[in-house]
């Protein structure tokens, strides 16, 4: 025989049990998403800095036709500048240096899109409406660029998913 005590308990239980049922599902705390960190370049460059003296990302990372490839600044870009301003900075001084002896400064990249892709700066830019932070982030407030975007092809896949572009193989992956 249960006496009321037990009722009791299990009265209680089944009422806990009951809104416990009923009570909206949280959702699992996100994973912090990880960025691997910055790569260490040659030469400290402020991305945040220079955008703030009112340069564009084309003004140094220019787009030869046709339009694929983002290149990275040349030392006489940078050094139509710097023959003036802070000349005296040992970084600008290796700058210097890598533009005397008529050497590239060995930019680390940060983003490496692999040669079985076609991928095309300028038809994202234009024909999709991205911007550089799209994939790069918010270039304007880093001192020290990182890679902040999934591009593997599940990424690629999502952001096209997301912004109803083609996920046909052949969209970016020319068929040999």
Not at 10 to 27: D, E, G, H, I
Not at 32 to 56: D, R
Not at 57 to 83: I, Q, R, W
């Amino acid at each position: 025989m249960i006496d009321v005590m037990d009722w009791a308990r299990l009265l209680l239980a089944l009422a806990v049990f009951s809104a416990a049922a009923q009570s909206p599902k949280t959702a699992p705390a996100a994973k912090a998403k990880y960025m691997p960190p910055p790569p260490v370049q040659p030469i400290p460059y402020s991305h945040k800095q220079h955008l703030a003296l009112g340069l564009q990302c084309k003004n140094c990372h220019e787009m030869a036709e046709p339009g694929d490839y983002a290149g990275l600044p040349s030392t006489a870009t940078c050094m139509n500048c710097h023959t003036t301003i802070k000349k005296d900075s040992p970084s600008i001084q290796k700058l210097a240096q890598f533009h005397r002896d008529g050497q590239p400064v060995p930019w680390v990249r940060v983003y490496h899109i692999p040669d079985y892709v076609d991928f095309s700066h300028k038809v994202h830019l234009t024909r999709a409406k991205a911007t550089c932070e799209t994939c790069h982030g918010p270039v304007r407030e880093r001192d020290v660029l990182r890679k902040e975007t999934d591009i593997t092809m599940a990424g690629c896949m999502d952001c096209h998913r997301a912004n109803n572009a083609s996920i046909a193989c052949d969209y970016c992956h020319a068929l040999r």
